[in-house]
């Protein structure tokens, strides 16, 4: 449907709209009736339905993690046009003035529970369905509860205390379920149940790319019994962790890498390209399309704001890299992290890349001025391609970005986005969560092979780090962990190792946070880089994280007010 088509139609329903509100205040003659929507036909349609509300996006409340994993850990600067473009995004980055009554941290809550209400409607209509007459009912079922999990998941990491409301709950009971109906572990365990029940009932090679199957699920338990292995006390603080959730993971994670469905991809660039998406290494992703029939296709609308201000894009330079994330890449004379004095030497030019030891990941995350802009040596990023250079500094993200020749490269006027698929969980992730499981149950050792296997694909992945000349970007130093020749591989150092290759392998990928949260050292190390990055950036120098309130968003005051109270406030709001 071409634009001039639909604006006409837009026209014409105003038209009918505003010539036939008697028509309108009429009550209606009929209504579909459950059972005649409860028909194998229409409860796909539910499900897929369902599933739209991955893509179901807007840029302000995005479905992508960056603005709440990222702007929040330390790895990102807002960017944009200033401290007040978008300024709840400003208020995500500094915390201190944080409120409850942040318009897009209620519209986040809000977009969640749609996509949960619409996959309780498809599971309630698949319940009614008779087996006999839909033989995939059992099937979809676990499909949708999959989902279930995957949103209430994001719930929780995002607000700690959410109301639990399942397919089982009446629609005009929702408003009694409170928020701390259930304690922290039980809504973990409701999270958790849903992703067991998707690990026993679903294929292991579901119909399409895209639906949920039987890895897919055991890969997500795992994250989440990960996640819920750390457990908090009332005010936050993590105060022990659960080995038998941790024995789990390990389990989980094995069977996955021994299934030999999933590899790393040979070079770690083809994660992030519209090219190579559903890879060997892509587990769960979004699965974005263009020239769907639709007006603009079902586009990364969270990557929207993303993009460089020159010609070829033109807006609006969100998602800066933190100086101290990019100071963080630097390698030593060994090819190993700088751990303890990273932060003392800054990197910000081509010449710094070129004299200084770098991890290579570095130019696949972050665009600097002078160097390739998305692996094309012709296409060369300049510091006026970002909007405020004098408030966010001079680097931007490109894992979630293409550039402008790509098939799947849509602009949507003042905006633009791609078809690109978004990763929700990939294969390194898992590899990951194994090391850190084992090295929390003292068997570091088993992790070493593990983060090693991580390191040597990202010292491999340069063949796409050159210039217009051929040569190198930067001066590429990195090695595996030799205990005994480059390091002591005790459970401290192995933890520190683990935590570090988390950071850069997933760096501006909107996880940071959310992992800073999960170990208990939120507080402490937000405000350690808060102490040095606030001398770089001026819109920093009020930063301040609070802990036992920071580690989640507050309940947003407009649903605790239409609860009439029932919900109640996180702890320290």
Known sequence: ?????????????????????DFLDENPKGALSDDQLNTPDNVEKMVIAAYSGLGNDHYTEPNSPWPYGNLRSGDAYKGGAGTGDI???????????????????????YRQYVSISRINNALSRLN???ETDFAKKQTRIAEMRFLRGHFYFEQKILFKHVPYIDETVPVEEYITVSNKQLSDAELWNKIIADFRFAVDNLPENNEQIGRANKWMSKAYLAKVLLYAAYEQDDKNNVV???????????????????????????????????????????????????????LHGRLDWGAMLNYPMNPEYGCCGFHQPSQN?????????????????????????????????IDPRLNHTVAIPGLPYKYNPEFVFQEWWNRQPEVYGAF????????????????????????????????????????EALIELNREAEALP????????????????????GNPTGKFVMAAYRPGVNCT????????????????????????????????IAAEYINSYFEVEKTRREHLREAKFTKNRDEYFPIPMQQINFSKKLYQQNYGW
């Open 1 to 21: 449907m071409n634009k001039i088509t639909y604006i006409l139609q837009l026209c014409l329903l105003w038209v009918v709209a505003v010539s036939c509100n």
């Open 128 to 130: 009614a369905v008779d």
């Open 489 to 520: 591989w005790d459970n401290e150092f192995a933890r520190q190792a683990l935590r570090w290759e988390r950071r850069l392998e997933f760096a501006m990928e909107g996880c940071r946070f959310f992992d800073l949260v999960r170990w208990g």
């Open 87 to 109: 300024q709840d995004f400003h208020f995500y980055e500094t915390f201190t003035y944080m409120r409850d009554d942040l318009g897009t941290v209620d519209s986040k809550w």
């Open 325 to 357: 994330l990019v100071n963080a890449f630097q390698t030593t004379a060994q090819g190993l992290p700088k751990f303890t004095d990273f932060n003392q030497t800054v990197i910000s030019t081509p010449e710094d890349l070129l004299s200084r030891n």
């Open 450 to 469: 593990l983060i090693n296997q991580i390191r040597e694909r990202a010292s491999r992945s340069t063949s796409r780090l050159k210039d217009a000349s």
């Open 240 to 294: 022990s962790i659960n080995q038998e959730k941790l024995n789990e993971v390990v389990q989980l994670t094995t069977e996955i890498i021994e299934s030999g469905r999933y590899a790393l991809s040979a070079d770690f660039a083809d994660n992030f390209l519209f090219e190579t998406e559903n890879g060997p290494e892509s587990i769960f992703a979004v699965q974005h399309s263009r020239n769907d029939g639709t």
């Open 396 to 435: 931007m993200s490109m894992k979630e970005v293409v550039l402008p020749d790509c098939g799947c490269f849509e602009k949507v006027n003042p905006f633009m986005s791609s078809s690109k698929n978004r990763d929700i969980i990939r294969f390194d992730d898992v590899i990951l969560w194994k090391a």
